[in-house]
């Protein structure tokens, strides 16, 4: 299932104190490995789960939607610090929104087959088509009253 850590959860297959990664192991950009203490959420995309926070980039398997675009993901988990809600019926209506930034190619995979002593060698190459996305809201995530002295 995974590895565990001293603070660690094991859940649907992710570990709570794990930095963001995205599908090939990239670290990538989240306001969590800066020490907020958001909201978060697992969202499932392309038959893989995801542990996503508001302001989050990652790479998802690709969509079907442009540049630009905005898009949800299906939330099977909410967890606040407090509270964690995974009642599918609870769930059934929140999104999770986030906003397309790039539709790439990730780095090539070499696929070597090799029978010994049968003079068999296969080589092919393979690059998996990627969305870049940004998480823009994730539903129960309230924004910090602005005081008027910060405002300024």
């Known amino acids: ?85 995974s009642d599918p019926e609870a769930l059934a209506s929140e999104k999770v929104v986030a906003k397309v930034v790039d539709q790439h190619k990730a780095p090539k995979v070499t696929v070597f087959k090799f029978h010994k002593r049968k003079r068999y060698q296969r080589t092919r190459g393979h690059r998996q088509q990627l969305t870049t996305l940004e998480i823009v809201e994730v539903p129960g995530d309230v924004e910090a009253p602005v005081s008027a002295s910060t405002a300024e």
């Not at 958001?38 to 939607?65: C, F, N, P, R, W």
């Not at 630009?68 to 993901?73: E, K, T």
């Open 1 to 85: 299932m995974g590895k565990s850590c001293e603070t660690g959860v094991i859940l649907a297959g992710f570990i709570d104190c794990a930095p963001v990664r995205s599908y090939y192991g990239q670290l990538l950009h989240s306001p969590r490995n800066e020490g907020f203490d958001h909201m978060y959420a697992i969202v499932s995309t392309g038959g893989k789960q995801y542990k996503v926070a508001k302001g989050d980039v990652i790479d998802v398997e690709k969509l079907d939607a442009q540049p630009g675009d905005q898009v949800s993901l299906d939330v099977l988990l909410l967890a606040d610090g407090s509270t964690t809600t």
